[in-house]
């Protein structure tokens, strides 16, 4: 036999071999390696090309070469083929069942605290105000002095906290937040508008009503000419956006070191609507927040100047407005993160 019978055996063969493949794989790993590769059956049928007269040797080399590229195509259309039919047998096999039930994902939500806070915060956002927060572990200086109550003050009893040294301790209430941003504030540039949302802390024992630590909302206006008319009004504009319209809003006078005059401000019984009942002890009025006009003293010792300047400042527990709204009985359920509890307020 020829060389060249050789290698027309080699390509018939060879392009059935290829034809009859059922995979990829085989056909790389086996087909073209054994027909086409270093030792494969081409090369070493090419060795016999020096025995024969130099003359024949190119026109040998060629054929060779073209058979070569014959089978190399047919390898990569059949490598094409195969390729093309093992992805649509995968896509068959690996259909999606669309109308099968999903795997739940469990989406969490805001604590409920947290809830009405953003609910005060986007209210007075939308009335002009600031939001800003401020440092939980406090000066004595800004949680007392500055607030109008002295070193040696007895209503500092009310509000005994945790102390890290003399003058550093957990703030007791959010209104510290009045004194720093009034001792910032430009009041060429426009009033004072602020609200300060945090937790605040004191030396109490945990009950049903008492936390040591707790939630508070400040607020406070300052401008020229703001009354206790405005103090008002706002106040009725934020009970009504947290609670409803159904509720009135009553002051009743009252005793802070920082506002002068003080008020306690009362909203309708949500349990009797005002007809007198337990939870509001037959008064038909419940306690929501302190506030009053700022103290003549808490402005000076900002270095504002008092005869110029006035308004209010309000304090008010979201932890207490949460009571109230979802009847919650014990504020301590709002710290002790108990999913059973907490996924109610979703
Ligand atoms: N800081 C007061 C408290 O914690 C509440 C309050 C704030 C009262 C602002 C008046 C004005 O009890």
Avoid at 31 to 43: A, E, N, P, S
Avoid at 61 to 82: C, H, M, P
Wanted: hydrophobic content about 35%; aromatic content about 8%.
């Amino acid at each position: 036999m020829s060389l060249k019978d050789d290698l027309n055996q080699i390509k018939e063969n060879g392009l059935v071999k290829i034809e009859s493949s059922k995979s990829v794989k085989e056909l790389n790993d086996q087909i073209r390696v054994d027909l086409l590769g270093k030792k494969g059956l081409i090369t070493q049928t090419l060795r016999g090309i020096s025995n024969l007269p130099v003359e024949e040797r190119p026109e040998m080399g060629s054929y060779a070469n073209s058979i070569r590229d014959t089978l190399q195509v047919a390898i990569d259309n059949k490598a094409q083929e195969l390729e093309e039919k093992e992805l649509n047998e995968k896509l068959k096999s690996e259909k999606i069942d669309v109308t099968l039930p999903e795997n739940k994902v469990i989406k969490g939500h805001p604590h409920v605290i947290q809830q009405i806070v953003d609910q005060i915060d986007d209210l007075f956002l939308g009335m002009g105000y600031e939001v800003l927060s401020g440092p939980e572990v406090e000066e004595d200086v800004y949680n007392f002095e500055m607030m109008n109550l002295p070193k040696d003050h007895p209503a500092r009893d009310m509000q005994d906290t945790f102390y890290i040294t003399d003058e550093i301790l957990m703030r007791t209430q959010t209104s510290p937040m009045q004194a720093r941003t009034l001792e910032k504030h430009d009041f060429s540039k426009g009033p004072l508008k602020m609200i300060s949302p945090g937790l605040v802390y004191r030396r109490d024992t945990d009950d049903p009503t008492h936390s040591h630590q707790f939630h508070q909302v400040e607020g406070i206006v300052i401008d020229e000419n703001i009354t206790m008319a405005d103090l008002k009004g706002t106040l009725e504009v934020m009970i009504e956006e947290l609670f409803g319209d159904k509720f009135d809003v009553r002051l009743r006078p009252s005793y802070f070191p920082f506002t002068e005059p003080s008020v306690e401000v009362d909203i309708t019984c949500f349990k009797c609507m005002g007809k007198g009942c337990s939870v509001c002890k037959g008064s038909g009025w419940i306690e929501v927040l302190g506030a009053g006009m700022v103290h003549p003293n808490v402005l000076k010792m900002a270095g504002v100047d008092a005869n110029e300047y006035g308004g209010f400042a309000f304090g008010l527990g979201p932890d207490r407005f949460a009571m109230l709204k979802y009847g919650v009985t014990d504020i301590r359920d709002f710290y002790l993160n108990d999913l059973r509890f907490l996924s109610q307020f979703n």
